[in-house]
T-cell receptor
Framework: DAKTTQPPSMDCAEGRAANLPCNHS???????VYWYRQIHSQGPQYIIH???NNETNEMASLIITEDRKSSTLILPHATLRDTAVYYC????????????????FGQGTELSVKP | DAGVTQSPTHLIKTRGQQVTLRCSPK?????VSWYQQALGQGPQFIFQ???????QRGNFPDRFSGHQFPNYSSELNVNALLLGDSALYLC?????????????FGNGTRLTVT
């Protein structure tokens, strides 16, 4: 079962910041939060990930709460090309080292960026 | 630097047939994972291969099997196809044990079972 909860859909005006929330209240101390997006049934595209600290890269920022039970993905200036399904994922560590490390996807948030 | 490549891109099969899908991982990666994505759903983990062995498996029947070759490429085999096996099959590669680095996905194989 997915370890994350996201709103099914969100709208954002072009040029504005898109803030996508995610709840992961059962996350373990050494599990990472990953964000991917998927456009038109292409393969999921990696956006950003983090463990405890806030992270920023050329695509987005990731804000993780201090208790690590939730996070927010921020697209600072959304464009029409950012319309996609966004997945917040907890990377489940294997019970034995070097025996896995799978991603468990939920339903994701369908973000629509409108002109 | 080529990313994850999958072949074929599309495939149509008949119920009861068998299918083989192929994946080449991103250069430098040694682990391949397979996911099934039904229409309108998030990807579901099938299994993961590392050092030519299946390391983790999701909730999929034995009709789904795989293989990893010495060059790290991988195959997904599905026997006795059912209509419900119609889906986008995604391959992802990574480096085993490095959980601080992302999985990289290919664009998938769209399988249609009629």
């Amino acid at each position: 079962d997915a370890k994350t909860t996201q709103p099914p859909s969100m709208d954002c005006a072009e040029g504005r910041a898109a803030n996508l929330p995610c709840n992961h209240s059962t996350i373990s101390g050494n599990e990472y939060v990953y964000w991917y997006r998927q456009i038109h049934s292409q393969g999921p595209q990696y956006i950003i990930h983090g463990l405890k600290n806030n992270e920023t890269n050329e695509m987005a920022s990731l804000i993780i709460t201090e208790d690590r039970k939730s996070s927010t993905l921020i697209l600072p200036h959304a464009t029409l090309r950012d319309t996609a399904v966004y997945y917040c994922i907890v990377r489940v560590l294997p019970p034995i080292y070097n025996q896995g490390g799978k991603l468990i996807f939920g339903q994701g948030t369908e973000l629509s960026v409108k002109p | 630097d080529a990313g994850v490549t999958q072949s074929p891109t599309h495939l149509i099969k008949t119920r009861g047939q068998q299918v083989t899908l192929r994946c080449s991982p991103k250069s430098g990666h040694d682990t391949v994972s397979w996911y099934q994505q039904a229409l309108g759903q998030g990807p579901q983990f099938i299994f993961q291969y590392y050092e030519e062995e299946e390391r983790q498996r999701g909730n999929f029947p034995d009709r789904f099997s795989g293989h990893q070759f010495p060059n790290y490429s991988s195959e997904l085999n599905v026997n006795a196809l059912l209509l419900g096996d119609s889906a986008l099959y995604l391959c992802a590669s990574s480096t085993q044990g490095d959980y601080n680095s992302p999985l990289h996905f290919g664009n998938g194989t769209r399988l249609t079972v009629t």
